[in-house]
């Protein structure tokens, strides 16, 4: 018997956000769907391999979360977290994936860049 959409959208979800923060490029990109949609504040793609080559150019060393709020429904999961680089201000931050069989094929990402310094080339 196969898991309700509902408890893979937030699993997926929440081991996709603690893998980010323990900058394990390997974890994410096993979560991802090839056909992965990405839309961000500082980039945006419509591949897996096209988000990975992104994020590896600006992933942080390591970060901590903290949930503030989060909503799920079908295959779908949001999530409102603070979101803190070693020595950096906290900023909220919102998600939202969409899964389909075991994998997150979309995600949009919403968050103030003001003061985010963006390495050249990303």
Known sequence: MSSPPEFVARQLT???LRAFCHADSK????LL????RFNGPLF???????????????LPERAV?????????????AVFFEYCK???????M???CRTD????????????????KVEAGT
């Open 14 to 16: 929440h081991a996709f």
């Open 27 to 30: 974890a994410i990109e096993r």
């Open 33 to 36: 769907a090839e056909e992965l």
């Open 44 to 58: 945006s793609g419509t591949s897996a391999e096209s988000y990975m080559v992104q994020l590896r150019k600006s």
């Open 65 to 77: 979360y903290e949930v503030i709020f989060e909503s799920v429904e079908d295959d779908r999961c």
């Open 86 to 92: 070693e020595g950096a201000e906290p900023m909220v």
């Open 94 to 96: 919102a998600m939202l």
């Open 101 to 116: 069989h075991a994998k997150i094929k979309e995600i949009t990402l919403a968050f103030d860049t003001a003061g985010v």
